[in-house]
């Protein structure tokens, strides 16, 4: 079954990006929805919890449990609603870390991509989907999709695609989409981000690239375009059609602008990203 894996933590991030899910499954024909919470806990928070309130034993957290799960299968009755029962919500509950539970679901379930609700201010504790998200992406063999907490869900007619001409290669990685004719009448703006200019007395070498370039997204319709900036995510999220598309694909390879998802530069392009939906190919 065509499945998206959603984890969940009842934060507004969280809240938001299952409402945009039930708009994406839609256009995109998934059968199925896993709706997942972590009740790990470690052991720091339980010193703190202990040390803050005398009564934290294990019965009080397994009331704190029950509820959560109540209020999981809540949302699952509430998304299936909200789908007129056209889709499978399912839920799954784990006492592990949620990373790992994440990486168990993606052998056992094998969705095509997992979602993710995403806000700045969660991200400082890692109990939090938020707090996971670069380490979920980082580990994840399948397609992952970072949705900004005020981000809604639009159709997707235009997207963005960063690349460096270096690794033009890794623009296969879109063919994969072709599997969808949902996809059938999207237009990708390529956006090449480089300090030297290179493209306005482009030499034989630029020229190859740009060439394969068009080779790779010959199923698609697109067009390139040229930013001059040392600060390549700076480049990206000043691109002045930004407005325009209503989403960006992150691209594999050493040469991606989210290369290494644990790079300073990634935490800032998704601390100031705070309009687009991300979606990291694999």
Known sequence: M????????????????????????????????????????????????????????????????????????????????????????????????????????????????????????DNYNAAFVSGNVITIAKSSPVRVLIVPANCTYEPIYEVLVPCNFNTVESLNKINSLRASKRWDDVKLLVLNVNSRGTHVNPDEKFNAAETNLHEYLKNFKHEIYYAEDKDVIRGILNFPKITEVQLMFALPGRYSFLYSLTHKSVSEALYKNTVLPVMILK
């Open 2 to 121: 065509k499945t998206l894996l959603i984890p969940v933590d009842f934060t507004p991030a969280s809240e938001n990006v299952v409402n945009f899910a039930i708009e994406w499954a839609s256009k995109y024909l998934y059968e199925r929805i896993i709706l997942v919470k972590s009740f790990y806990t470690s052991m720091y928070e339980s010193v703190i919890m202990a040390g803050e309130f005398a009564n934290v034993d294990q019965h009080y957290l397994n009331r704190i449990r029950e509820k959560e799960k109540e209020r999981l299968d809540n949302l699952c009755k509430a998304v299936n609603e909200k789908t007129n029962d056209a889709i499978s919500v399912q839920s799954s509950v784990s006492e592990m870390p949620l990373v790992r539970t994440i990486n168990q679901l993606i052998k056992s379930e094998q969705p095509e991509m997992i979602l993710l609700g995403y806000d700045q201010a």
